[in-house]
C-alpha cells in the first residue's frame, strides 16, 4: 500500500521562502518518477516540479529558478524547496508517485 504524507506548509510573507517534504512508504522514491502539483482555489490542479529515477528534474515555467525538488533516498522523502514565494503560489501542494498515487496535500498561504 502506497502512501504519501506531505508536510511543511504553512503561511509565509512574499519574498519569504518554505521546503515540503513528501514522506513515503510502500513505495521507493528513487525508483519512481516523483511529482509536485499544486491546486489553488477554483483552479485545477497543476504541475509544479518532478524528478525522475535517474534525477532528471523538470519544472513549470512559474516556478524555475525558485523552487527546487530533491530527494533523499535514506529517508525515502521527496522535498520542494520554495525560494521567493509570491501570492500566486498560494495553493494546496500534493504529492505523488508516477501520477497514480497522491498524497492529502499540504496548505501554502503567501501573504503579500
Known amino acids: 500500500q502506497v502512501r504519501l504524507v506531505e508536510s511543511g506548509g504553512g503561511l509565509v510573507q512574499a519574498g519569504g521562502s518554505l521546503r515540503l517534504s513528501c514522506a513515503a512508504s510502500?513505495?521507493?522514491?528513487?525508483?519512481?518518477?516523483m511529482g509536485w502539483y499544486r491546486q489553488a482555489p477554483g483552479k485545477q490542479r497543476e504541475f509544479v516540479a518532478t524528478?525522475?529515477?535517474?534525477?532528471?528534474?523538470n519544472y513549470a515555467d512559474s516556478v524555475k529558478g525558485r523552487f527546487t525538488i530533491s530527494r533523499d533516498n535514506a529517508k525515502n522523502t521527496v522535498y520542494l524547496q520554495m525560494n521567493t514565494l509570491k501570492s500566486e503560489d498560494t495553493a494546496v501542494y500534493y504529492c505523488?508517485?508516477?501520477?497514480?498515487?497522491w498524497g492529502q496535500g499540504t496548505q501554502v498561504t503567501v501573504s503579500s
Open positions: 505523488t508517485a508516477r501520477g497514480n498515487y
Open positions: 510502500g513505495t521507493i522514491v528513487s525508483l519512481n518518477t
Open positions: 524528478i525522475t529515477s535517474g534525477g532528471t528534474t
